[in-house]
């Protein structure tokens, strides 16, 4: 850790890209985990386009279950360590491809949403943009026309956030990554934009030897850990 603390210390813009293992720690299970949300279904189906001009029904049934379980989780020390390491200045931008919204809660601020968020949606027929909340109805538009999320689906191309995000990890000497398989492309591929990459992540990347620190931690762990070897604690 002292050698991570180092490199962030040197570098003068350090960017942090997150995945679905910085939210572990809050109840949220990653795709690859053992549990929960992501039994039921297969991803890669219920959160794609098809699935929802198949069946906006059904597809709204598996959505509103996942943002009830996003919206009663609540951010993690690893969040938290994150938005601090902001607050001081170590940290530029929050790069995540979470769509929990759980590093906002932390208090981070400048988060590009690769994946987009769950909590909203826009209309198909006047693109006008609403908050999401749970509901056991398809989310209609005041012009009666369909809601659909502004979560990028399997099947949807990248949102501008994205390319905001090719350029901040462009910028940086140093992205640190924490809790990514560092398996879905394109985001996969941001890491290799700045000069150098650390990883957090407890089972190995197919990144991790690029990179100039790798620790199989958790996250939730590490980087508190962290934050005391910037004497940020407390
Ligand atoms: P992933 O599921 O592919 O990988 C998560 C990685 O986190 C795994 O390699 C795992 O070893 C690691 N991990 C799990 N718990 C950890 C912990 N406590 N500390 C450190 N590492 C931990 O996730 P991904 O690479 O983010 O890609 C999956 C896609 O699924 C993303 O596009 C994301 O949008 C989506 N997703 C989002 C959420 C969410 O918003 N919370 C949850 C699941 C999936
Ligand atoms: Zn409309």
Not at 32 to 46: E, F, I, T
Not at 90 to 113: M, P
Request: charged content about 25%.
């Amino acid at each position: 850790m002292e050698t991570l603390a180092r490199m962030i210390r040197e570098s003068q813009y350090t960017v942090v890209l997150t995945g679905a293992g910085v939210s572990t720690g809050s109840g949220i299970p990653d795709f690859r985990g053992p549990k929960g949300l992501w039994k039921q279904v297969d991803p890669m189906d219920a959160l794609s386009v098809a699935a929802f001009y198949r069946d906006p029904k059904a597809f709204y049934d598996f959505y509103f279950h996942m943002l009830s379980e996003f919206a009663n989780a609540k951010p993690n020390p690893a969040h938290l360590a994150i938005a601090k390491l902001e607050e001081a200045g170590f940290v530029k931008t929050v790069i995540t491809q979470n769509i929990d919204e759980l590093h906002q809660k932390a208090g981070s601020k400048k988060v590009l949403e690769v994946h987009g968020t769950t909590f909203a949606g826009y209309c198909l027929d006047c693109k006008k943009e609403s908050p999401l909340a749970y509901s056991t109805e398809i989310p209609r538009c005041s012009c009666g026309g369909i809601i659909r999320p502004k979560v990028v689906l399997f099947g949807d191309g990248m949102p501008d956030a994205y390319f905001k995000a090719e350029e901040e990890a462009h910028k940086a000497d140093l992205v640190l990554v924490v809790g990514s398989s560092l398996t879905v492309s394109p985001a996969c591929y941001l890491p290799l934009r700045a000069k150098e990459m650390a990883i957090i992540n407890l089972e190995p990347t197919p990144f991790d030897s690029r990179a100039i620190f790798v620790s199989h931690e958790k996250a939730e762990e590490e980087l508190p850990r962290l934050l005391q070897c910037l004497d940020l604690a407390g």
